[in-house]
Nanobody, 124 residues
Framework: QVLLAESGGGLVQAGGSLRLSCTAS????????MGWFRQASGKDREFVTV????????VYADSVKGRFTISRDDAKNMVYLQMNSLEPEDTAVYYC?????????????????WGQGTQVTVSS
């Protein structure tokens, strides 16, 4: 079983940038495809992005395409989410997730493990 811990959230002004990190422990991150999801207050959790186990393929939600970038460093058991040109609509709790599948599958049900989340707040 892998344990996931997110970090890097915070308060940023619209147009700014943040980089979220996800640390995997217990099992190597290279065993999983990895994704990011988010949940805004009062809304369902939604898919943001996923990277395949090999790191060769990625999928992004239309709402973040061109602004967010997912990457992984399996030597460090880390996954990152670089978020640029942030908008108030990006405000949410961001969750890191791991899937046993090779991926990338942009669907919440495909993921087996979840972190506790980190808050991102974008002010206008």
């Amino acid at each position: 079983q892998v344990l996931l811990a997110e970090s890097g959230g915070g308060l940023v002004q619209a147009g700014g940038s943040l980089r979220l990190s996800c640390t995997a422990s217990g099992r190597p991150s290279s065993s999983y495809s990895m994704g990011w999801f988010r949940q805004a207050s009062g809304k369902d959790r939604e898919f943001v992005t996923v990277i395949s186990r090999s790191g060769s393929r990625t999928v992004y939600a239309d709402s973040v395409k061109g602004r967010f970038t997912i990457s992984r460093d399996d030597a460090k058991n880390m996954v990152y989410l670089q978020m640029n040109s942030l908008e108030p609509e990006d405000t949410a709790v961001y969750y890191c997730a791991a899937s046993h599948g090779a991926g990338p599958i942009p669907r919440e049900g495909a993921f087996d493990y979840w972190g506790q989340g980190t808050q991102v707040t974008v002010s206008s």
